[in-house]
């Protein structure tokens, strides 16, 4: 007892020197802090009072000199303010603490948060005492506790990236969907074959998982559009099959700056999107080859008409094929919270469809070739590719980032999607 009184007066004279070790992926760190351009891992440290100790791929992470005791000026007692405890395992360790870059009350917990770029990435320190089951009740609790500060980071960064929690299945996606609580979008007028797994979840894309998907904000080729994407990895692919992410509002600034008479035509115009649907039956084989009748769920002509009305489409039919024509549509839009123009369009969909698909300028006119082309290239350029580990949960705000898809290498490969408001 007495030396524990004699070492809490040393912490009251001096600090506390809180250090830890952070393990951290390579790929994650230095593709979004070098290619990204942004911050360097040093520099975002610096900011945060923190200096980096690199080892390999591991980084030794050290905060302080920080107060540990804190005196409230209400109550007129000195507190216990720090995390001591967080990494003891007994009389020496070097195992990670449970707090990471930015941690938060509730989450911190059991996760580890690693701002990278624009997107967020939150991976769980596993607490063994408690079952997989346990784990999953709590990391929803969490999500309900903190919605507000991860909308807050999701209209800040983005993307969300959950990693190393307990989603072991499908049925655990849904859940965690549930968690957040958006009303679900109906895929109605989607193009991409999709078959229902459970509850809000259903396939990404049943296209072979060899073809590349380009980039696109979510079905912005009409008027009800989701706002947000989750997609889930089921199976992670060997090799290849990642999902390129990209935030929208710099492909407007490059594409302003390299063809500017044209983005201001794209402003004043939008876009008017064609698509020939060969059959009235899904084609899994083709990206777009979902038929009539499922993009509109109906076997009735006259009704599939009706339900294409409301989303702003016309069809025009050619017995088991139609034509459908949605536009002209906004092809750049303000978002509110940043107030940015993004690039929310589906520009460069012909260039990877396999119907025919036709995108012109609301007035008629067509697209030139060469703003197409780098429209394309500076996707490539901008674009971070997010590899894919099992049970990975990747929350999208699908107003301010475009996604696609790369080839797969080597399968497997399944990702699962839940569209939301």
Same mark, same amino acid.
Not at 20 to 45: H, P
Not at 227 to 242: H, L
């Given at each position: 007892?007495?030396k524990?009184?004699?070492w809490?007066?040393?912490?009251?004279?001096?600090?506390?020197l809180a250090?830890?070790?952070?393990?951290?992926?390579a790929l994650?760190?230095?593709?979004?802090?070098?290619?990204?351009k942004?911050?360097?891992?040093?520099?975002l440290?610096?900011?945060?009072?923190?200096?980096?100790?690199?080892?390999?791929?591991t980084?030794k992470?050290?905060?302080?000199?920080?107060?540990?005791?804190?005196?409230?000026?209400?109550?007129?007692?000195?507190?216990w303010?720090?995390?001591?405890?967080?990494?003891?395992?007994?009389? @020496?360790?070097?195992?990670?603490?449970?707090?990471?870059?930015?941690?938060?009350?509730?989450?911190?917990?059991?996760?580890i948060?690693?701002?990278?770029?624009?997107?967020?990435?939150?991976?769980?320190?596993?607490?063994?005492?408690?079952?997989?089951?346990?784990?999953?009740? @709590?990391?929803?609790?969490?999500?309900?506790?903190?919605?507000?500060?991860?909308?807050?980071?999701?209209?800040?960064?983005?993307?969300?990236?959950?990693?190393?929690?307990?989603?072991?299945?499908?049925?655990?996606?849904?859940?965690?969907?549930? @968690?957040?609580?958006?009303?679900?979008?109906p895929?109605?007028?989607?193009?991409?074959?999709?078959?229902?797994?459970?509850?809000?979840?259903?396939?990404?894309?049943?296209?072979?998982?060899?073809?590349?998907?380009?980039?696109?904000?979510?079905?912005s080729?009409?008027?009800?559009?989701?706002?947000?994407?989750?997609?889930?990895?089921?199976?992670?692919?060997?090799?290849?099959?990642?999902?390129?992410?990209?935030?929208?509002?710099?492909?407007?600034?490059?594409?302003?700056?390299?063809?500017?008479?044209?983005?201001?035509?794209?402003?004043?115009?939008?876009?008017?999107?064609?698509?020939?649907?060969k059959?009235? !039956?899904?084609q899994?084989?083709?990206?777009?080859?979902?038929?009539?009748?499922?993009?509109?769920?109906?076997?009735?002509? !006259?009704?599939?008409e009706?339900?294409?009305?409301?989303?702003?489409?016309?069809?025009?039919?050619?017995?088991?094929?139609?034509?459908?024509?949605?536009?002209?549509?906004?092809?750049?839009?303000?978002?509110?919270?940043?107030?940015?123009?993004?690039w929310?369009?589906?520009?460069?969909?012909?260039?990877?469809?396999?119907?025919?698909?036709?995108?012109?300028?609301?007035?008629?006119?067509?697209?030139?070739?060469?703003?197409?082309?780098?429209c394309?290239?500076?996707?490539?350029?901008?674009?971070?590719?997010?590899?894919?580990?099992?049970?990975?949960?990747?929350?999208?705000?699908?107003?301010?980032?475009?996604?696609?898809?790369?080839?797969?290498?080597?399968?497997?490969?399944?990702?699962?999607?839940s569209?939301?408001?």
């Amino acid at each position: 007892m007495q030396k524990q009184s004699m070492w809490v007066a040393e912490l009251l004279k001096s600090k506390l020197l809180a250090e830890f070790t952070l393990q951290m992926n390579a790929l994650l760190i230095w593709e979004f802090f070098s290619i990204m351009k942004c911050l360097t891992c040093a520099q975002l440290a610096a900011k945060l009072g923190t200096k980096l100790e690199w080892m390999g791929n591991t980084a030794k992470v050290i905060t302080g000199p920080v107060p540990a005791i804190r005196f409230n000026k209400e109550s007129g007692r000195k507190t216990w303010f720090n995390s001591l405890s967080a990494s003891y395992s007994g009389p @020496a360790s070097d195992k990670v603490s449970n707090e990471g870059f930015l941690s938060r009350p509730m989450l911190y917990r059991s996760s580890i948060i690693t701002i990278v770029s624009y997107k967020v990435v939150l991976s769980q320190v596993t607490n063994p005492k408690l079952t997989p089951k346990e784990q999953l009740h @709590a990391f929803e609790e969490a999500i309900r506790v903190e919605k507000p500060w991860l909308e807050s980071l999701l209209r800040e960064r983005g993307v969300i990236l959950f990693r190393g929690f307990p989603v072991i299945t499908p049925c655990d996606f849904n859940d965690v969907v549930e @968690a957040f609580d958006y009303p679900e979008v109906p895929y109605m007028g989607g193009i991409a074959p999709r078959t229902k797994v459970v509850g809000r979840v259903y396939t990404a894309n049943e296209s072979p998982p060899d073809k590349k998907i380009a980039f696109h904000h979510e079905m912005s080729y009409i008027p009800n559009f989701p706002s947000k994407i989750f997609f889930y990895c089921d199976e992670a692919p060997e090799q290849g099959g990642e999902t390129p992410i990209v935030l929208s509002h710099i492909i407007y600034d490059k594409m302003k700056e390299k063809h500017p008479e044209f983005v201001a035509k794209l402003e004043e115009h939008g876009l008017t999107y064609s698509v020939f649907i060969k059959n009235d !039956k899904d084609q899994p084989s083709m990206i777009d080859g979902r038929g009539w009748k499922s993009v509109y769920n109906t076997d009735d002509k !006259k009704v599939a008409e009706e339900r294409a009305a409301k989303l702003g489409t016309k069809l025009e039919w050619m017995e088991n094929s139609v034509k459908s024509i949605t536009g002209p549509l906004p092809a750049i839009r303000l978002d509110k919270d940043s107030q940015r123009k993004t690039w929310f369009n589906n520009l460069t969909r012909p260039m990877n469809s396999e119907q025919v698909t036709l995108v012109e300028l609301g007035n008629g006119d067509p697209v030139p070739s060469d703003a197409l082309e780098d429209c394309s290239r500076i996707l490539e350029e901008e674009c971070v590719s997010i590899p894919w580990k099992k049970g990975d949960v990747m929350l999208v705000n699908n107003l301010t980032v475009l996604h696609s898809r790369r080839p797969l290498s080597k399968p497997p490969r399944r990702v699962l999607v839940s569209i939301c408001k």
